[in-house]
């Protein structure tokens, strides 16, 4: 036998005696947790799943203490167990708009009011903001406003509650992510502008876009809008003498939003080590913004745990239209589909639309 044929049998052998491990899950999938008991128990449980991927000693708790007279937000004893396990902080920022939330010292007042007074509560904007940078050059970004105080925290548990939501179609860790860390101007950026559409035929050359527009993102000769620079003020529109500039129609500005999110959620996850947890409870057509309680659509379905933020938007997207028995149950319920929330988040990599499910309750 040549010293080849040795060295091709030795290979060979060296390969057919590895390790096979008949369990191991796909590159392209992610392990999903799942428990049908919707308690602090449960929670406690599902946490030991992925708390591998929680780094650090400072850990903060995304929370969302829910609007004045909304009663369907997260029933608060379902995180206190595990916030004081980790000593951990509740975080939050404020709103864009008015009530009690919009300052800090009004909404700690209405969290505690609400019942989170079993720890420390942080509202990450209230000193200030600052920007993250984006690892390449999105769509609509290339960096993202977030509260100052986001930088004190190692790792973020990001604990959401998966319900409909008016102008996303639903709201999840997504939504808790980008909104949610967001100063009011982030906030902004994301729920009112859009680029507009041009005609660059119809210019007359009159030069007035290059002294009115704020941003100075447009160019003529021809007409371009420069979509790194368009803040969505939306000012072109109006004083453009040949009506070059148009209002994008009602899909495309609701698809533009979805994919704003989107790309704020994948910037702070560049930055900042996260892990998810999504409560299927309580699941309204409208979120815990609305000043009024809304009555759930469907039964209670369970609690979900993972590491990958599509994964969980996916498996909570399913098993909520496996309930309602229909292919996107907010858009049945509310006129508004989220999906394209998880579609462009795996479009942008933030993580595998593929899942495993693992029933907790099994163990
Ligand atoms: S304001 Fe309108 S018509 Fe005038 S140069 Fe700009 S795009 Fe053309
Ligand atoms: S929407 Fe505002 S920022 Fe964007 S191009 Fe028009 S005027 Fe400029």
Redesign the pocket.
């Known amino acids: 036998m040549s010293k080849i044929t040795r060295l091709f049998i030795l290979i060979l052998f060296s390969l057919l005696t590895l390790p096979v491990f008949s369990e191991d899950i796909p590159e392209d999938v992610s392990v999903v947790y799942f428990s049908k008991e919707i308690s602090a128990k449960s929670i406690l449980k599902i946490y030991q799943k992925i708390k591998g991927n929680v780094k650090g000693e400072k850990i903060g708790i995304k929370v969302h203490f829910g609007e004045d007279g909304n009663q369907t937000f997260l029933n608060p004893e379902l995180i206190e167990p595990l916030t004081k396990q980790l000593n951990a902080t509740l975080v939050e920022t404020n709103v864009l708009y008015g009530g009690k939330r919009k300052t800090t010292d009004s909404h700690i007042k209405l969290a505690k009011e609400h019942g989170f007074t079993f720890a420390p509560i942080d509202i990450l904007d209230s000193e200030g903001e600052t920007t993250y940078k984006a690892k390449e050059k999105l769509k609509y970004f290339s960096e993202v406003k977030v509260g100052t105080h986001l930088d004190k925290y190692d790792t973020i548990i990001i604990y959401s509650h998966f319900k409909g939501h008016g102008s996303a179609g639903f709201g999840g860790a997504i939504k808790n992510v980008s909104m949610g860390f967001a100063p009011a101007s982030g906030k902004l950026q994301m729920n009112t502008a859009f680029?507009?559409n041009y005609d660059p035929e119809k210019c007359i050359e009159c030069g007035l876009?290059l002294l009115?527009?704020?941003?100075n993102?447009?160019s003529i000769k021809p007409v371009v809008?420069d979509t790194k620079?368009?803040?969505?003020?939306?000012?072109?529109?109006s004083f453009c003498p040949a009506k070059v500039?148009t209002v994008p129609d009602k899909n495309e500005r609701h698809s533009i939003f979805l994919e704003k999110l989107v790309e704020y959620a994948k910037v702070i996850q560049e930055n900042k080590n996260m892990v998810y947890i999504n409560v299927l409870a309580n699941i309204t057509a409208y979120c815990d913004c609305m000043k009024m309680t809304d009555k759930p659509f469907l039964p209670d379905i369970g609690i979900l745990a993972s590491t990958d933020i599509v994964a969980i938007e996916k498996a909570s997207h399913d098993l909520v239209n496996k309930e309602c028995k229909c292919d996107d149950a907010f858009l049945k319920e509310n006129q508004v589909s989220g999906y394209r929330q998880i579609e462009y988040a795996a479009e942008l990599k933030m993580g595998n639309i593929k899942y495993k499910l693992v029933d907790i309750d099994k163990d």
Not at 229 to 237: A, E, F, L
């Open positions: 680029v507009p876009c009115d527009c704020p941003e993102a447009i809008v620079k368009c803040i969505g003020c939306g000012s072109c529109i500039f």
